[in-house]
């Protein structure tokens, strides 16, 4: 149980930092990814601090709920298949480094939806 509690607080840390730096920075970010839709970057932000908050609250359950947490991993699922679509078809025509940038976050969303994954497993063994 301390891998996944463990993988599930760095989950929520990262999203928590990657929304809070989307919303405080988002007129920077909508012009790095060569968009000017900020309020598309702020609404990011704003999902990612409550996916945060949702991982941590589970993160800190003790024990936790194993349903919460595979919703944690098809949220994590979804969004890295979601990116691979944006990415894929270029939708909303963004810069090259906005590909690149959205391609980097849905590595780390996939390595988060595996680590957490496998921690499950061990939970289901104990």
């Not at 936790?64 to 679509?85: E, G």
């Amino acid at each position: 149980m301390k891998f996944l509690k463990k993988v599930m607080l760095v989950n929520a840390i990262s999203s928590g930092a990657t929304g809070l730096i989307l919303l405080v920075f988002a007129p920077l970010v909508a012009d790095l990814f060569g968009t000017s839709a900020i309020i598309a970057v702020e609404g990011t932000g704003l999902f990612l601090l409550c996916f945060a908050a949702l991982v941590l609250f589970e993160a800190l359950k003790n024990p936790m709920r194993p349903a919460w947490v595979n919703l944690i991993i098809v949220l994590d699922i979804s969004w890295v298949l979601i990116s691979v679509l944006v990415i894929v078809f270029q939708l909303f025509h963004l810069s090259l480094l906005g590909y690149a940038l959205i391609g980097a976050v849905a590595l780390w969303v996939a390595a988060m939806a595996y680590l957490q994954s496998q921690g499950l497993k061990q939970l289901s063994m104990a």
